[in-house]
Nanobody, 118 residues
């Protein structure tokens, strides 16, 4: 059973934008903290943004002002809108879900490649 199913991503020119989507099973979406992580080649996986059920958000310093995480409770879907993309944003992006009491994700999406290049 796939708990998190991602869509979006691809090749984007520098300065461009994209939106990633992640649909979760209802049992997860309703009680878990939803987030986006990314992993560039040779780097550790890092948190990009998180959103709690009440709408509170948390962003990595590297994406503040450029990224927006949001959730559509009716669709059990979380989004990541990224603007002003730069080559250093190139990575595999993962949707994730964790219980509020946990520091690590319990569920991961399949990952999607985002490449920022001209």
């Amino acid at each position: 059973q796939e708990h998190l199913v991602q869509s979006g991503g691809g090749l984007v020119q520098p300065g461009g934008s994209l939106r990633l989507s992640c649909q979760a099973s209802e049992s997860i979406f309703s009680i878990f903290v939803m987030g986006w992580y990314r992993q560039a080649p040779g780097n550790q996986r890092e948190l990009v943004a998180e959103i709690i059920g009440d709408g509170r958000t948390n962003y990595a310093d590297s994406v503040k002002g450029r990224g927006t995480i949001s959730r559509d409770n009716a669709k059990n879907t979380v989004y990541l809108q990224m603007n002003s993309l730069q080559p250093e944003d190139t990575a595999v992006y993962y949707c994730a879900a964790r219980p509020a009491w946990a520091s690590m994700a319990h569920y991961w999406g399949q990952g999607t490649q985002v490449t920022v290049s001209s």
